[in-house]
């Protein structure tokens, strides 16, 4: 069953063709890795994933809801199947460690009233599956290194039980240990919590670790897709091109 | 030309900013503790500067009126006139441009760090909305601290001035008084209020615009806090002019 449908996704910001055509599927539970370049669309396909942008033409299904047909209200449902992991992680920096993976609980449950206790024990619960410990919940986001502000940043969108994890380039600017831990994070969230996921990435060697299928995406348009080897063995120049510059050190 | 344009389209985008946070505001759920949280910065973090500054007005105040009003042997009035310039003109523009040098510019930096560091956007995608959380409580608590700072004011603002006049100036304690009470009544407090509150709407949307709406990283940032600053002054004494026409008259 497919957990993401795009299809036909076409989007422009006055002449500038970002996407054209852009189709693909994300099955259920499995990691789905979005390679590209600068401006080669990425991030603007993530947009429309999460409804943050409207497409020209297309479609854009999550868990069976068309998101790009939502508006308001039902939008706003519709997103609380997501979790995000920001590129610089985005965690608040007017709180401690605790009240931002608590946020989203809190925020989406309002009108759930979970005890305090059971906000803790979710809190916890969450940290553990990145590996941190309870040692972690009165630091602030300042006092963290950048792969513990990431796994905090992913513990924080795990915390409220999404079915879609969106990783925005999850391994920008950190060293290679880093990004070996951050890769067996993202790893762990999908064998531990069976969670779909979705990568966009310019980091091959990180994206090839992790994914069950990717995608190529150049000029607006996917230059591959399919299972890591079938892209590995794609004919189409950029793509060659694109892996050459990582595999060509291996 | 394009600067024009380009001010007039952003003068559009204030407005519906500021259309949408009015919206936001009568929806559930009303975020109390972010309101007092904003009180406690704006309206008792701010108590010392606007003190400081009242009693230093006050007392300059009242020695220049000693000054001019000896000249008609009618040093008895200096009292009542110091009072009456407080509090309808005085105390609300002094206090909205303290406050806003205080606490208007760290609202501008505080959204605007957390525009470019992507806080905002992950508030967003948990499906909060940061108008709602961010600048509602910001533009509920400048309204109502405003007018409380602005009583601060007039209170030490005029005990400077009776010190000065009385102590320093040997003017009777009687006819300062007495005459205080005959020039200044209800109505001129709470003309001075009612600006007040306008300088505290206006103030409060204009500093979470700029911040909001920031972009470009730690440059972008600091322009943003530079324009709050510079358009919330300009935009208090014009407002200043407007309301002392509308309650008053030409």
Known sequence: MAAIEVTDLWKSFGDNHVLQGVSLTVPDGQTYVVLGGSGSGKTVLMKHVIGLLKPDRGRVVVGGKEISALEGKALTEA??????????????????????????????????????????????????????????????????????????????????DPQVVLYDEPTTGLDPITTNYVDEMIQHAKERLGITSMVISHDIASAFRVADRMAVLYDGRLAAEGTPAEVRDSKDPFVQRFLSTWFQKQ | MRTLRAGIEDFGRMLFFATETVAWALRPPARLELILAQMAFIGAGSAFIVGVTGTFAGMVFGLQMNFAMKQFAAEGYVGGSTAFALSRELSPVFTALMVTGRAGSAIATELGTMRVTEQIDAMETMAVSPIQYLVVPRVIASILMFPAL???????????????????????????????REIVGPDDIFHGLWKAVIFGAIVSLITTWRGYSASGGARGVGEGTTRAVVSSSIAILVADYAATVLFVGT
């Open chain 1, 79 to 160: 997103r609380q199947q997501f979790g995000m992991v920001f590129q610089g992680a985005a965690l608040f920096d007017s709180m401690n460690v605790f009240d931002n993976v608590a946020f989203p609980l809190r925020e989406r449950r309002r009108g759930q009233k979970l005890s305090r206790e059971e906000v803790r024990a979710r809190v916890v619960e969450k940290l553990a599956v990145v590996d941190l410990g309870e040692e972690v919940l009165p630091r602030w986001p300042a006092e963290l290194s950048g792969g513990m502000r990431k796994r905090v940043a992913l513990a924080r969108a795990l915390v409220s």
């Open chain 2, 150 to 180: 602005t009583m601060l004011f007039n209170a030490l603002g005029f005990a400077g001035a009776y010190v000065m006049g009385v102590y320093v100036a040997g003017i009777p304690e009687g006819p300062f008084i007495a005459h205080t």
